[in-house]
């Protein structure tokens, strides 16, 4: 049981460039979301899943997409990348159906920076 | 859409001292308050929860407190130990499932001074 993993850890992109970011947790759970954590701004929320082939935004959505076709997936695609988009993103997930801990878990993160 | 304000930004307690930090929210149908902790280089996670049905909740050394007509919680740490430094964030949930959207406060900078 991984849990959540997140790939690349560490991404440098020129401006313009697009990629993606993988997450995947092994949990079965239905909810799945993405933040970016900025100094100083706390966690964001980017977009969120509730399951699969179902996608909302969040807080700061721009720049940003998301697709959920499966349970276990949740890429977060960087559609032109530009400099304020250097950050640490979390992909993170959760299920109402664990019981007592409703929380998310988190994935270990990825650096981004965009020059 | 649901907004969260933590409060202090920073805090520097005592050794053995208490440590209380506060968070308010804006949507009275939330429903599901966590808290979470991120050491640094860390990702955050989870040290409790309350859901909007109690109005304290107790683990060891920490305690959650919510009022929800005031429509704000708090985070209570007692007998302050060196490795309670760390980042500490509140959430909240705005979405029509309890743990679908949650909705951050900017952070607590807890620093224990020996």
């Known amino acids: 049981n991984a849990g959540v993993t997140q790939t690349p850890k560490f991404q440098v992109l020129k401006t313009g460039q697009s990629m993606t970011l993988q997450c995947a947790q092994d949990?079965?759970?239905?909810?799945m979301s993405w933040y970016r954590q900025d100094p100083g701004m706390g966690l964001r929320l980017i977009h969120y899943?509730?399951?699969?082939?179902?996608?909302d935004q969040g807080e700061v959505p721009n720049g940003y997409n998301v697709s959920r076709s499966t349970t276990e997936d949740f890429p977060l695609r960087l559609l032109s990348a530009a400099p304020s988009q250097t950050s640490v993103y979390f992909c993170?997930?959760?299920?109402?159906?664990?019981?007592?801990?409703?929380?998310?878990?988190f994935g270990s993160g990825t650096r981004l920076t965009v020059v | 859409g649901e907004n969260v304000e933590q409060h202090p930004s920073t805090l520097s307690v005592q050794e053995g001292d208490s440590a209380v930090i506060k968070c308010t929210y804006s949507?009275?149908?939330?429903?599901?308050f966590p808290w979470y902790k991120q050491e640094l280089g860390k990702r955050p996670q989870l040290i409790i929860d309350i859901r909007s049905n109690v109005g304290e909740k107790k683990d060891q050394r920490i305690a959650v407190t919510l009022n929800k007509t005031a429509k704000h919680f708090s985070l209570h740490i007692t007998e302050t130990q060196p490795e309670d430094s760390a980042v500490y964030f509140c959430?909240?949930?705005?979405?029509?499932?309890?743990?679908?959207?949650?909705?951050f406060g900017s952070g607590t900078r807890l620093s224990i001074r020996p």
């Open positions: 949990m079965n759970h239905e909810y």
């Open positions: 949507d009275s149908a939330s429903n599901y």
């Open positions: 993170a997930s959760s299920s109402a159906r664990t019981g007592k801990n409703y929380g998310y878990t």
């Open positions: 959430a909240a949930t705005s979405g029509y499932s309890s743990a679908s959207k949650i909705i």
């Open positions: 899943s509730v399951g699969a082939g179902i996608t």
